[in-house]
């Protein structure tokens, strides 16, 4: 073997090995794409079963409930004939705590009228209920349930979780999740909330 011959053959070996370097970053980064679209399917598949089970919900009568808050007992009887807004929180969620202001707000415009009833509920204890309304400065009626009837009355679903109950105690409306951001959650509150309370 020449010269010539022997550095082509050498260079020819440099390709081929170069080109094992480039193949294996091209299979990882196909099959991370491919592995991203299947997990990106499986969440909206999730999402949409998810849409589909709350959809279903709409127009169903309210579980049985009377609770008892500081100021009254609220049930699905006190609730005939008024429309009712239900939401469920827990301390440490952050998307909970995120739309309290938003929803203070809301309760400060509406609270005076005698067709509509708003009620927080949690499994925190009551203790912990008045730390967290003084520390928000939240003043809309709250009340300590367990947390099996928490996941009971918000029909199975996450934190936080608001539910509203037309005139006849049906369900009209029922929306789980939510943003940790406080602006989109105020926006949330203001656009989609307020808008149904009020027309309800």
Not at 103 to 108: H, I, R, S, V
Not at 116 to 121: A, E, P, Q, V, Y
Not at 168 to 179: D, E, K, L, Q, V
Request: glycine share 4%; net charge positive; charged share 25%.
């Amino acid at each position: 073997m020449n010269l010539k011959t022997s550095e082509a053959f050498y260079f020819m070996k440099y390709l081929c090995r170069m080109k094992h370097m480039l193949l294996v970053p091209l299979l990882l980064f196909s099959t991370l794409i491919h592995a991203q679209k299947t997990e990106q399917g499986d969440s909206k598949a999730v999402y949409d079963a998810e849409q589909k089970r709350l959809a279903e919900t709409i127009g169903k009568p309210y579980p049985a409930f009377s609770v008892k808050t500081d100021s009254a007992t609220i049930s699905n009887e006190s609730g005939r004939g008024k429309t009712v807004f239900i939401n469920f929180w827990f301390e440490s969620c952050a998307p909970c705590i995120a739309e309290f202001d938003a929803l203070e707000k809301m309760y400060e415009k509406l609270k005076d009228s005698s067709n509509i009833i708003f009620l927080g509920l949690t499994y925190e204890t009551p203790e912990k209920i008045k730390a967290v309304k003084k520390r928000f400065g939240i003043t809309w009626p709250m009340a300590h349930i367990s947390m099996s009837e928490c996941y009971r009355l918000n029909m199975n679903n996450g934190f936080p979780t608001s539910i509203i109950l037309d005139h006849s105690g049906m369900i009209s409306y029922i929306h789980t999740g939510g943003s940790t951001v406080k602006d989109v959650a105020d926006e949330f509150v203001r656009t989609e909330l307020y808008p149904r309370l009020v027309k309800e």
